[in-house]
């Protein structure tokens, strides 16, 4: 048999033809940056998240970068991120002008927490950014009162937990503000790039739209209050990712079917979310002895595995820092993801777990 990473034709199928349709209308109008689209877009996914205003952006390391601008986040400041993230996490927070600092994370979850937090926080800690890995929410209710503790902005990085939910609310309706990406193979993904922010604080919204057209000020097209970029999702994205918004809940619900699927195979190997947690699954990941091992045999049977992220933030060579994250470091050698998408069959999900176990070194 052969088990893909992920199937996201089959998911592109139920849209198909609006998306011709939608193309086809873009052709006459010529709107193709702005319009009604993105505001649309922006409407519904602010709705989506539970929040009052969403902007659309390029991408997902656009938003972050965006945000921590728009807060004020910059030179002489320090923002606390994850070690074993995707490396645009840490490098939004450069691009902004402040300076990550590699934190360590919990050994059951591979999430942060306050302890963590507190050992890598310094009088320069001006925000945390509280990164949502393989669509499993961090609880919020703990760190917000940490940050709260020390005077601390906590920005969400959703782009791996479109519709994850916390004790009834959504990823992304939890701090200050929050930053998604819609890379085509996200849970919401786009046919290009795209991101957004989220967030309930206007003047917030507003300045982030700002600097994301040339700072344009105030809607006035020729005058410009700071210096800002071209970072703008286009009306295609928008359109498309309008026509995917009402599925992402039945595609995270069948995920979560599918998850339940492989615990009954792979318990005691799977990195699961917190108690309270209801997944995305962006990313369905365990942890192996013999990883590479693993992944390989894996694939002469049919099973297509990834990595996510063989090497820590503060390892790879664009930093080079030092940081104590022994956790994050072991975990970086075991991890491996397991096919994971919304129309994988039962057969499916029985053939890799059965092709894992055997795989494993003895």
């Not at 934190?103 to 925000?127: F, K, N, S, W």
């Not at 995920?255 to 917190?274: H, T, W």
Request: glycine content about 10%; charged content about 15%; aromatic content about 6%.
């Amino acid at each position: 048999m052969k088990v893909p990473f992920m199937d996201l034709a089959a998911m592109h199928a139920p849209i198909a033809e609006d998306v011709v349709q939608l193309v086809g209308e873009l052709a006459v109008t010529s709107a193709f940056i702005g319009g009604r689209h993105v505001a649309a877009f922006e409407e519904g996914w602010a709705a989506y998240c539970g929040t009052a205003h969403a902007v659309g952006v390029a991408n997902g390391t656009d938003a972050i970068v965006l945000t921590l601008r728009a807060l004020g986040v910059g030179a002489g400041d320090e923002v606390l991120v994850p070690a074993n993230t995707f490396i645009a996490s840490a490098a939004a927070v450069s691009a902004a002008g402040a300076t990550p600092v590699f934190v360590d994370v919990d050994p059951v979850h591979l999430q942060v927490t306050p302890d963590t937090l507190e050992a890598a926080r310094t009088e320069r800690t001006r925000a945390i950014l509280l990164v949502h890995l393989y669509g499993h929410i961090v609880p919020p209710a703990a760190i917000a009162a940490y940050a709260q503790r020390h005077g601390l902005l906590v920005v969400e990085d959703a782009a791996q937990a479109h519709g994850a939910i916390w004790e009834g609310r959504k990823a992304g309706s939890f701090g200050v503000a929050a930053c998604f990406s819609f890379y085509p193979g996200k849970n919401l993904g786009a046919w290009g790039d795209g991101g957004a922010v989220v967030t309930d604080d206007p003047a917030l919204a507003e300045r982030i739209r700002s600097l994301a057209n040339h700072g344009r000020a105030g809607g006035d097209h020729y005058k410009h209050a700071e210096i800002g970029v071209n970072s703008r999702l286009d009306a295609l994205q928008a359109g498309i990712l309008s026509l995917k918004v009402p599925h992402l809940d039945s595609w995270n619900a069948a995920k979560n079917e599918i998850a339940s699927l492989y615990r009954d195979k792979l318990a005691g190997l799977i990195v699961e979310p917190p108690e309270g947690v209801t997944s995305a699954w962006h990313l369905f990941v365990v942890r192996v002895a013999d990883r590479d091992g693993v992944r390989e045999r894996l694939g002469a049977q049919g099973v297509q595995a990834s990595v996510h992220y063989p090497i820590p933030c503060h390892q790879q060579p664009a930093y080079g820092v030092a940081a104590h994250a022994p956790v994050a470091e072991a975990a970086a050698g075991e991890l491996l993801s397991l096919p994971m998408f919304p129309s994988m069959t039962s057969e499916q999900v029985e053939y890799v777990s059965a092709k894992l176990v055997e795989a494993l070194p003895s």
